[in-house]
């Protein structure tokens, strides 16, 4: 299966700092990329669809201009966290969509742990 | 109604024996189906995929598909401990659109 990266792992910031997250394939090229976020014990939550080469696609009630997403190319992806908050406080997961064995497969990265204090 | 239902447990079952996992959907033109692993505090992993109705077997894990009751099943035989996790059912319209996951159901497999 694919090999995604996620950096950092885990992050702690204040209150109103900016995070960045990179979503790494490691091995194949992905023109497609998602964003997940989970709140302890609760489901996946799709925030959205990043697509090389031009904007993300934002799913309904997550603020665009809060979650920026920038897929520069076929091999990373990032996630920035502008004036984050304590509620922003979350594990966010990329995944990686791609051709395996003639199927169109998602393969998730490690996740990254982000704390706001 | 959810678009992906799973119980969400938990379930229990002593160890050795078969656990079994059910997941509903409600997109009767869901093409591809896929069943992930996911540990405390870890990212999900793929367990299996299946696309079209009938059984898929890989080592002790085996996933059932059936259109027609738009239901996706997935079955651990031999069940160990380190399969207490839980597991999650996806479920895409096109083979290139987005996953919709279920919210998962907690399995405890006990020694």
């Known amino acids: 299966g694919a090999v995604v990266s996620q950096h950092p792992s885990r992050v702690i910031c204040k209150s109103g700092t900016s995070v960045k997250i990179e979503c790494r394939s490691l091995?194949?090229?992905?023109?497609?990329m998602f964003w997940y976020r989970q709140f302890p014990k609760q489901s996946l939550m799709l925030m959205a669809t990043?697509?090389?080469?031009?904007?993300?696609?934002?799913e309904q009630g997550v603020e665009k201009d809060k979650f920026l997403i920038n897929h520069a190319s076929l091999t990373l992806s990032t996630l920035t966290v502008t004036s984050a908050h304590p509620e922003d406080s979350s594990f966010y997961i990329c995944?990686?969509?791609?051709?395996?064995?003639?199927?169109?497969?998602?393969?998730f990265g490690p996740g990254t742990r982000l704390t706001v204090l | 109604q959810k678009e992906v239902e799973q119980n969400s447990g938990p379930l229990s079952v002593p160890e050795g024996a078969i656990a079994s996992l059910n997941c509903t959907y409600s997109d009767r033109g869901s093409q591809s189906f896929f069943w992930y692993r996911q540990y405390s505090g870890k990212s999900p992993e793929l367990i299996m995929s299946?696309?079209?109705?009938g059984d898929k077997e890989d080592g002790r894990f085996t996933a059932q598909l059936n259109k027609a009751s738009q239901y996706v099943s997935l079955l651990i035989r031999d069940s160990q401990p380190s399969d207490s996790a839980t597991y999650l059912c996806a479920v895409k319209f096109t083979n290139a659109g987005k996953s919709t996951f279920g919210d998962g159901t907690t399995l405890t497999v006990k020694p």
């Open positions: 995944t990686v969509q791609g051709l395996f064995r003639g199927t169109d497969t998602q393969y």
């Open positions: 990043s697509n090389e080469g031009s904007k993300a696609t934002y």
């Open positions: 299946i696309y079209s109705n």
């Open positions: 091995d194949f090229q992905a023109t497609t």
